[in-house]
């Protein structure tokens, strides 16, 4: 069984053109679980905190999904691809060797809430051409379990009471589990995940005891990311009230990491190449 080893409190800060976020992962150099870079949830309905968006800027040695849960962003790049995500949709990027874009929201009033996670890519795989998967909420399969739990499945396999289902992600060389759970009040989820794994677990609404069956539980707030210990099975429990956390597990690179903001890449060599690259419009 997994054990709870690490808290990691989200903190309140803003990005891209002013937009209210709260970052996870990320925080520093030390706050990240290979290969996850960064975590952030943004969420206000209060249009100040996120109007501006975020305009173009690069990206390039790592991978990008962006989950809407409200609201109605436009995705736009320099090669002229365009994606409208709406309410539920997820967008899947591989920024490879460069992509220059924009993310800003198509909605004056309103609440606009989601999630933005960077996914490390292996070294051999960083230079490849830029791509998206752009999902619709309607396309990411869902389990329903009769006890009221509910799992969205964007990314890896779920298997539960006899049905199989697997995530539209696929053909990614981290292997991901990227999972949307609904818990209700006093409800365990427990799920068997490959060893090789690394866990994070971030609760973004109720309560989360890790370890039920041990003397030595922990909870996980809202606003608070669990890192795992190693093992084969997870075992999450709702407290005293309905229980939305996401499940991220995906296979460690066990690589160097040199960042350089929107720039990840295994060298400072390699950092200062993107930044020439950037600077000269050979990104791409």
């Known amino acids: 069984m997994r054990k709870l080893k690490q808290i990691v409190t989200a903190v309140r800060t803003s990005d891209g053109a002013g937009v209210s976020l709260y970052r996870s992962l990320g925080q520093s150099s030390h706050a990240r679980v290979d290969p996850f870079l960064m975590l952030d949830e943004f969420g206000s309905d209060q249009p100040n905190e996120y109007i501006a968006g975020f305009p173009p800027h690069p990206h390039r040695g790592f991978e990008t999904v962006t989950y809407m849960l409200e609201g109605h962003m436009l995705h736009e790049d320099h090669l002229g691809n365009k994606g409208h995500l709406k309410s539920g949709d997820v967008q899947w990027m591989t920024a490879g060797r460069g992509i220059i874009h924009s993310e800003m929201p198509q909605q004056e009033e309103g609440l606009m809430r989601g999630f933005q996670l960077w996914i490390n890519l292996p070294a051999k795989e960083k230079m490849k051409p830029a791509a998206y998967q752009d999902i619709a909420a309607a396309e990411l399969p869902i389990m329903d379990d ?8 964007i990314a890896g396999d779920l298997s539960r009471n006899g049905q199989a289902i697997t995530g539209p992600i696929r053909g990614v060389s981290t292997e991901p589990i990227f999972f949307d759970v609904h818990c209700p009040a006093g409800l365990c989820f427990e799920e068997a995940l490959p060893p090789e794994h690394n866990v994070y677990v971030y609760v973004y609404e109720g309560e989360l005891v890790a370890n039920p069956e041990s003397s030595l539980t922990q909870g996980l707030k809202a606003k608070q990311g669990g890192v795992f210990s190693a ?18 597990a995906a296979k460690p690179l066990n690589e160097p990491i040199v960042q350089h903001g929107p720039f990840v890449m295994n060298t400072r060599v390699e950092i200062e190449q993107a930044i020439a690259d950037y600077r000269s419009n050979k990104l791409v």
């Open 146 to 153: 009769p006890q009221g739990l509910r799992v969205k499945v």
């Open 231 to 248: 093992g084969d099975t997870l075992c999450l429990c709702a407290g005293t009230a309905a229980t939305k956390f996401l499940l991220l």
